[in-house]
Each structure stands twice: as structure tokens, then as C-alpha cells.
């Protein structure tokens, strides 16, 4: 049997990673946003470059210095909302998947050292764009004390080159994949903008997965009103799966509580999504699959108590991609195995023990000193988990 494909498409960037940043300090506290889309910086949101310099009527340098104190990151890594789930699905998979993968860099030493890191994992760069423009990155700011010691960030991005990238630039055959993976589109203006046309080429035979990402742009643009996903939600009914946040579902939906939220895309023509909400319960719904009462499930214990004890080195950086690739590897092995309708309730159990993984390193993206390392540290935690779920 042929291996799986996967095409995958987003942003792929260098993010800078500062650990230990204290939300609570006043450094951070002038920075932080006054009211929703105003460019202050907000923990577990996303804010664009420009605004913040805005915001602040300083440059970035002189806030970086402020916040960080002028120390160097303490991790390159990877990131992008697609990029660092198809590095996790593909190191899970190994020779199971044929993956390609589209991003738009610039020409610079940020991404030169993307390159040199993304040699050293199974995704290759060879359908990678190149523009004159610089490289998007993201400075990440990590407290993992914050919230009770369940951790959070902040992301400050640069979209750079990833502006240029339109479906037209997609090479030939990329769309008609086993399964297709637009992650954070919308930080890829020319590819969420056109999210209609891109889901309608790809057809009825491709499975299409989309994970969200915090719409600065359009918060900005229309604050307080529904984010797009596609021309007034019309992709809605070509998506096979929707993976958001708690923060993303209320904006994409435009209800101001999570149960009203639920009920509006149970309601709407989505066929399947999934609701992450950080240490808490995740939402798992698929009409296809027969649930059409959304199923809750929780977060994995073992990895949890690691994570609040302190007896890990890293932090939250990439766990909601992580999640995302721990799905796609769920989905894609069901696939292999010849399942037509994919169970979501046991790729979310993937998911929620790849995210969780996830805090256990810097970054997130996993280097992996051998093929198959990731998938043998993470099915220990799976298994711990599925007994988890048994036993409740």
C-alpha cells in the first residue's frame, strides 16, 4: 500500500524564544493591551510588529530590550502553525507519509538558519519559496508561572515574505493530497483571503484539515465582529476538520461564551471540530463520525503533573501545533490502516499526549536523535492515557 500524502501549507518562520519572561513585571506591564485590537501585547494572543510599535511609539528593538532585558533567546526554533504540526506528524509517521510542504522565506540569515534546523527532520524545503524580503519570525515570550503554573506566551510576529505567498504559487498536484493541512492562515493573508477557492480545488477525495490561529488582522480591521474563515464562513462546508482554541472558537463564531460557541458550529455547515482550551478539557465533535453531542476529554494526567511539579525544562511554546500533528498522525495512520471515516475521539487522544509532550522542551519543534524517538517517548504517555481514560 502506498504511503499517506500529506500536503501541508502556512507560515514557516523563526521564532525567538525567551523563557521566563514575568507577565506580572512591570516591563511586560507596559506593553500590555489596553483593549482587544489596540496592538498591546496580551498572553496566548498573537500581535503583528508594526502594531505594537505603534502601540508603544517605540521601535522593536528598544521594547524587545525593555521586556527581555536585552539578553539573547534562549532557543531558536522552528514555528508556524503548520510547519511545526506537519515536522510532528511526519517524525510520528516516519516512512508511512509522503509530506510536502509550502512557505514563503526571505532571503537572510533567519533563513539560513530555518534551513539548517529543518535538515535535521523529515520535512524537506525543496517546494519552499524564496522572495527579497526578510524571513517572518516571531519573538516568543514564555511564563511558565503564569496562570498557576500552567504557563503561557506571547507572540510578537513579523510576517516578512509569508505576505507574497497566493495559491497560485502551489505546485502542481500539492492540493490533490491524501489529506490537505492549512495551519494559521492567517498570518498567510493571500492564502486565508482566498481559502474558498484553494478548499474547492482541492476536492471531495481530499481530507481538509484546518487549524486556527489569532486573527490580529481581521480583529484589527473589524473588532468585536466574526472572523472569516473563507467569504462569510462559506469554506465551512468544505472542511473535513477545525481545530481551534477556546479564544479562537468565541471569535470565529462571534458568541461571548464557550457553550454558545459549541452550539454555533454544532449548528453551522462544519462538518467535525475540536476545541483545545489549554489544561482543560478538550471539545471533540463530528456529525460524520455520529457524535453530534460534543464529547469532552480530558487532559493527560501524567503529563500534567509533571508540568505544574517543575520537573520538566520547558515550556508551552508549540503544544497547540503539537496537538494538531498528534491529530494528523492519528487521522493518517487510520488511513494506512484503510478506516474511510477517521475516529476522532482516538485522534484527539493523540493530540492532547503530542500537545502535552510538547512542555517537556523548549520550543516547539523536537529534534529527534533517531528516527521513530518521538513516537516511542510520546506512545509511553498515550498508553498511560488511554488507562487514564478507561479507569474514569
Known amino acids: 500500500m502506498r504511503p499517506v500524502r500529506i500536503s501541508g501549507l502556512g507560515c514557516t518562520l523563526l521564532d525567538f524564544v525567551y523563557n521566563g519572561v514575568d507577565f506580572s513585571g512591570e516591563e511586560f506591564k507596559k ?16 500581535v503583528f510588529l508594526e502594531d505594537l510599535e505603534k502601540f508603544a511609539g517605540k521601535d522593536f528593538e528598544a521594547i524587545n530590550k525593555d521586556i527581555t532585558g536585552d539578553r539573547k533567546p534562549d532557543t531558536f526554533n522552528i514555528g508556524g502553525p503548520a510547519v511545526v504540526s506537519i515536522i510532528h506528524a511526519a517524525q510520528m509517521l516516519g516512512k508511512d507519509a509522503e509530506i510536502r510542504f509550502v512557505a514563503s522565506l526571505g532571503r537572510d540569515w533567519i533563513e539560513k ?28 515570550f ?27 504559487d502551489l505546485p502542481e498536484g500539492f492540493l490533490k493530497a491524501d489529506i490537505l493541512v492549512l495551519g494559521g492562515t492567517a498570518l498567510v493573508p493571500g492564502i486565508h483571503d482566498r481559502l474558498d477557492d484553494i478548499l474547492n480545488t482541492a476536492g471531495p477525495d481530499t481530507y481538509k484539515l484546518i487549524n486556527t490561529v489569532f486573527d490580529f488582522r481581521n480583529e484589527r480591521r473589524s473588532p468585536g465582529k466574526p472572523w472569516p474563515i473563507g467569504k462569510n464562513h462559506g469554506s465551512f462546508p468544505l472542511i473535513d476538520l477545525m481545530i481551534m482554541d477556546r479564544e479562537e472558537a468565541l471569535k470565529i463564531s462571534g458568541q461571548n461564551d464557550i457553550d454558545a460557541a459549541i452550539r454555533y458550529f454544532v449548528e453551522s455547515p462544519l462538518k467535525s471540530f475540536i476545541i483545545t482550551n489549554g489544561t482543560e478539557s478538550v471539545v471533540i465533535y463530528s456529525e ?6 460534543p464529547h469532552s476529554m480530558p487532559v493527560s494526567k501524567a503529563i500534567f503533573s509533571k508540568v505544574v511539579s517543575g520537573e520538566t ?3 508551552t511554546t508549540g503544544a497547540g501545533d503539537n496537538f494538531v500533528g498528534g491529530v494528523i498522525y492519528s ?10 471515516l477517521p475516529d476522532l475521539i482516538e485522534a484527539s487522544k493523540w493530540g492532547i499526549v503530542s500537545g502535552g509532550y510538547a512542555c517537556f522542551y523548549m ?8 528516527e521513530g524517538e518521538k513516537l516511542e517517548k510520546i506512545r509511553y504517555y498515550y498508553d498511560l492515557f488511554t488507562k487514564q481514560l478507561e479507569n474514569a
Open 113 to 140: 538558519k530555518i534551513l539548517s534546523i529543518l535538515a535535521d527532520t523529515p520535512v524537506d524545503a525543496g517546494e519552499f519559496l524564496t522572495r527579497d524580503l526578510r524571513t517572518p519570525f516571531t519573538n516568543v
Open 363 to 370: 520550543g516547539g519543534t523536537f529534534i529527534e536523535k533517531y
Open 288 to 293: 460524520p463520525q455520529g457524535l453530534v453531542i
Open 31 to 46: 506593553y500590555r493591551s489596553r483593549e482587544l485590537g489596540d496592538g498591546g501585547l496580551t498572553p496566548g494572543h498573537l
Open 313 to 315: 525544562d520547558g515550556d
Open 331 to 340: 487521522i493518517a495512520s487510520q488511513m494506512a490502516d484503510g478506516k474511510a
Open 142 to 168: 514564555s511564563d511558565p508561572s503564569y496562570n498557576e503554573g500552567r504557563g503561557e506566551r506571547t507572540f510578537i510576529n513579523n510576517i516578512g515574505a509569508a505576505a507574497c505567498l497566493q495559491p497560485e
